[in-house]
């Protein structure tokens, strides 16, 4: 049977440490769901980084949206602040 893509929630409360919280799940709809759920419990904090994406079985991650109070969502991997 071949690995399946998983989706990752990530959140990180400062963006340039390693220390997050983060779930995997295979059902796109379903991380979707955790996302936003993040997004609603920790999205207004200032430095909050909160994304969704996609990992596949040979290691490789695609960002597929990112949240930040100051941006709000955006496709993709978030841009530094002054860009």
């Given at each position: 049977?071949?690995?399946e893509i998983?989706y990752r929630?990530?959140?990180?409360?400062?963006?340039?440490s390693k220390?997050?919280v983060?779930?995997?799940?295979?059902?796109?709809?379903?991380?979707?769901?955790?996302?936003?759920?993040?997004?609603?419990?920790?999205?207004?904090h200032?430095?909050?980084v909160?994304t969704l994406?996609e990992?596949?079985p040979?290691?490789?991650?695609h960002?597929?949206?990112?949240?930040?109070?100051?941006?709000?969502?955006?496709?993709?991997?978030a841009?530094?602040?002054?860009?």
């Open positions: 049977m071949p690995e998983e929630v990530t959140l990180r409360f400062d963006p340039d220390a997050a983060y779930g995997y799940w295979r059902d796109l709809r379903t991380a979707e769901r955790k996302y936003r759920a993040r997004i609603g419990e920790s999205g207004s200032p430095t909050a909160i994406s990992h596949a040979d290691g490789t991650e960002v597929l949206k990112t949240w930040t109070r100051a941006a709000g969502e955006t496709d993709g991997p841009t530094p602040t002054g860009s």
